[in-house]
């Protein structure tokens, strides 16, 4: 079956860094684009970037710009987000997700994707 894993979440201070990571696996080619969410409690869920399925495209939402950087390295099956100078309005479950046809959807507010991970918990506090 198809399948998102994320991982990498965690405490740290404001300012701190955390990578996260997509583990894809089950496409008949795991090259796919990838979508980044997150939602906190009581607000919805927002995309926060997107890349391509050869990385060559890449997209942020204007709140993480400058901050997050998306990559991702195929031989692994895996997407990455770094996330640096951590905010305390960045505490929120991060998700991953994808299209079942590994599409490239460049709209941020796009979320009818067909598979998402279980999410990992990022919590920015001092």
């Known amino acids: 079956q198809l399948q998102l894993v994320e991982s990498g979440g965690g405490l740290v201070q404001p300012g701190g860094s955390l990578r996260l990571s997509c583990e894809v696996s089950?496409?008949?080619?795991?090259?796919?684009?990838i979508a980044w969410f997150r939602e906190a409690p009581g607000k919805e869920r927002e995309g926060v970037s997107l890349?391509?399925?050869?990385?060559?495209?890449?997209n942020y939402a204007g709140s993480v710009k400058g901050r997050f950087t998306v990559s991702r390295d195929n031989a692994k099956n895996t997407v990455y987000l770094q996330m640096n100078s951590l905010q305390p309005e960045d505490t929120a479950v991060y998700y991953c997700?994808?299209?079942?046809?590994?599409?490239?959807?460049?709209?941020?507010?796009?979320?009818?994707?067909?598979?998402w991970g279980q999410g990992t918990q990022v919590t920015v506090s001092s």
């Open positions: 089950g496409f008949t080619s795991n090259n796919v684009a």
């Open positions: 890349i391509s399925a050869t990385g060559g495209i890449t």
């Open positions: 997700a994808a299209d079942k046809n590994g599409y490239y959807y460049p709209d941020l507010a796009y979320k009818q994707y067909d598979y």
